[in-house]
């Protein structure tokens, strides 16, 4: 269904950015048409109404790091699963990584995927290029072939692996910041990974795991920063994981670098003594670190440091979790349980306001990668893509019950307060009460 054919909703009794009394808000042709405590007056009877009981109203979220295994892996997401996925956790729109198979590194493949994301039609699937043929880190791609086609293909990345070498990120970046677009970068020098499962610690040394120094992350940013620097180019730090790469961030900033960065929501709730029990589910690239490193990234996330929260959401199968922790295919899902979590760790917490949230979450991912329809303010005339937020609607997270194919998650049994309640994708719900509208 195209914008022009949804048909007129009205909200309820919502809270914009969960600040003053209860409006309503009218949303016709893909629109917001109305809002105020009159806004849905002098309605028709074929208007869909929607009841929210003083729900928060939120822009629709934006993830710039989603792994959606379509093509190649259909047995643990699809982009259909996915897209679902991110209804439920109140995105709009998803940027899904190029680590497929085949890889998304040539134009016909990140076509079909923009186009396949367009017939599911709840969200906006927008295709990440890969810098490099096969991720392989040695022959750039023709990323303008996939910026000019279909998909307009604006964040390139070889997520997943790192762009090692000095010399194919610099030319990387330089072609990047003609092309007008944005390089993403997986920062890990693999020289200091080699066989690396588990932050390198005390934790893993105890549990005799091979560990991945933050010099493996923070030796990438740095060097980034500096290359994009001199190449005049935009740089975006994909899972920021450590102390030091805040650090760094501050630094690069103060430079005026054109760098962002983002993290995830495990990187910010969990860290390295949950390796205790050897379960294969929490293994991650990066890995998850140490209490002061968690408590860096929020502090960093909240003073815009980090600009953005992403959820690097990696379905996997049980078979490559269910394993010796060594095993373990790294990743985790989080497209469901993102905003639960963020809402725990810093709204509920006092750091945040329903406002700052909105802006890490889908103003500022919006922003870095240059979509004009999402991530935009609650206001008539603007397009409406919306999340709507209950802070209040318990609910404890059962894997096998999330709409990804895949139930790697690392939250099995946790409960959380706030919860997404419905998503309005293009003027029309896509979710409510954690059923999928189609
Ligand atoms: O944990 C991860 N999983 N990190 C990545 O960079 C890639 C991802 C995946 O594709 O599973
Ligand atoms: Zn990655």
């Not at 190029?98 to 890889?103: C, E, G, I, K, V």
């Not at 019950?401 to 139930?407: D, G, N, Q, Y």
């Not at 690392?410 to 009460?433: H, I, K, L, Q």
Request: hydrophobic share 40%; aromatic share 4%; charged share 20%.
């Amino acid at each position: 269904m195209t914008a022009s054919e949804s048909p007129t909703l009205l909200l309820r009794r919502v809270r914009p950015y969960g600040e003053g009394a209860p409006v309503d808000v009218l949303i016709r042709d893909g629109h917001i048409a109305a809002i105020g405590p009159d806004a849905g007056a002098d309605i028709s009877s074929d208007v869909e109404i929607q009841d929210l009981d003083g729900a928060v109203l939120l822009p629709g979220f934006v993830d710039l790091h989603t792994h959606l295994r379509e093509p190649g892996r259909e047995d643990t997401e699809t982009i259909s699963t996915g897209s679902a996925a991110a209804a439920l956790g109140g995105y709009t729109a998803v940027f899904a990584m190029a680590n497929t198979q085949p890889a998304q590194d040539n134009q016909t493949v990140t076509d079909s995927v923009w186009r396949i994301g367009r017939e599911v039609g709840l969200c906006d699937v927008h295709p990440v290029g890969a810098v490099t043929l096969g991720l392989k880190g040695e022959q750039l791609t023709e990323m303008g072939q996939m910026a000019d086609g279909a998909a307009k293909v604006r964040i390139f990345s070889d997520d997943g692996m790192c762009v090692y070498d000095p010399l194919i990120m610099r030319r990387a970046l330089e072609y990047s910041a003609g092309l007008g677009v944005l390089i993403a970068q997986h920062a890990e020098e693999p020289r200091l990974t080699r066989g690396a499962v588990a932050h390198e610690g005390p934790n893993a040394a105890r549990l005799g795991l091979t560990g991945w120094p933050r010099s493996a992350e923070e030796s990438i940013v740095a060097r980034d920063a500096i290359l994009a620097r001199d190449a005049g180019a935009r740089v975006h730090i994909c899972h920021a994981s450590t102390t030091g790469t805040v650090e760094l961030l501050k630094w690069a900033k103060g430079q005026d670098i054109s760098i962002t960065a983002e993290v995830t929501p495990h990187h910010l709730l969990l860290d390295d003594s949950r390796l205790e029990t050897y379960d294969g589910v929490y293994r991650v690239n990066p890995p998850l670190r140490e209490a002061h490193d968690t408590l860096a990234l929020r502090e960093a996330l909240v003073s815009g440091v980090i600009d953005c929260v992403a959820t690097d959401h990696a379905p996997h199968a049980a078979q490559e979790k269910c394993c010796e922790f060594a095993a373990a295919r790294p990743g985790m899902l989080g497209l469901e349980t993102a905003l639960p979590i963020v809402a725990a760790l810093l709204v509920e917490t006092g750091d945040m306001t329903w406002r700052d949230l909105a802006r890490v979450m889908s103003t500022r991912p919006a922003e870095i990668a240059g979509l004009t329809d999402q991530g935009r303010p609650i206001e008539v005339g603007e397009p409406a893509n919306l999340a709507v937020v209950d802070p209040d609607s318990p609910w404890t997270v059962i894997g096998d019950e999330l709409a990804s194919l895949s139930a790697n998650t690392p939250y099995e049994g946790m409960t959380f307060a706030a919860r997404v309640v419905g998503t309005v994708y293009r003027g029309r719900m896509t979710s409510r009460d954690g059923k999928v509208l189609a």
